[in-house]
């Protein structure tokens, strides 16, 4: 292993934590997108001898195993793994995929790619911490209008700390599917639920 060790300390002598350009509302926090890790990492792997690569492998329970592979010229090599739940959605697997193979590559190298929230999002509260927006774009996709202020009320009750943020991303998000949906409107349309409200009229555009 003295081949691939001695090349990724050169490596580890130029590496740094990257800016986080990328925000989850959601979660209230910045990362750094997978593809700004690579782009960093690609050169320096080059300029010492390193290959990279990612694969995926299934085990059991409903499990992927993603692995971080690190090949020196000299056929020695490096390897680490995230498990990763599978699911039946292939945009959420796709999701977690992406998210295991940029926390993969952060913590082979080293990288803080994460906002330090001190251990807050592994507490149990507040509930708002596991909103999921893709979830919600993936449910609301097929809603028509009482279906669409029905579970605007359900998301009010089941995360009552909403950020300023998030509220605003859910009332557009809610207005912008019921603009989507094919039935004959008024020219304005009153939004129940939390996030709309009596004091909420959005025009709809015909």
Not at 139 to 148: A, F, G, R, S, V
Request: glycine share 4%; charged share 25%; hydrophobic share 35%.
């Amino acid at each position: 292993m003295k081949e691939v060790i001695s090349a990724l300390i050169e490596v580890q002598k130029e590496i740094k934590n990257l800016p986080a350009s990328e925000s989850n509302p959601f979660y209230n926090s910045k990362y750094v997108p997978l593809n700004d890790i690579l782009d960093f990492i690609r050169p320096l792997l080059v300029k010492n001898k390193l290959f990279l690569t990612q694969s995926v492998k299934e085990i059991e329970n409903n499990y992927f195993r993603l692995e971080t592979i690190l090949i020196h010229e000299s056929g020695e090599q490096l390897t680490s793994s995230v498990i990763v739940p599978a699911g039946h959605d292939p945009q959420k697997q796709g999701s977690a995929l992406t998210y295991a193979r940029r926390y993969g590559l952060s913590a082979f190298f080293a990288i803080a790619t994460e906002h330090d929230d001190d251990a807050n999002s592994t507490i149990d509260e507040p509930k708002q911490s596991r909103l999921d927006f893709k979830d919600i774009e993936s449910k609301t996709e097929n809603m028509n209008i009482d279906q669409l202020n029905e579970y605007s009320k359900q998301i009010s009750k089941q995360f009552p700390g909403l950020t300023d943020k998030q509220k605003e991303w859910l009332k557009h998000h809610f207005a912008n599917r019921r603009r989507s949906i094919d039935q004959s409107f008024n020219n304005q349309n009153s939004i129940d639920g939390m996030f709309g409200g009596d004091k909420w009229t959005y025009t709809i555009y015909q």
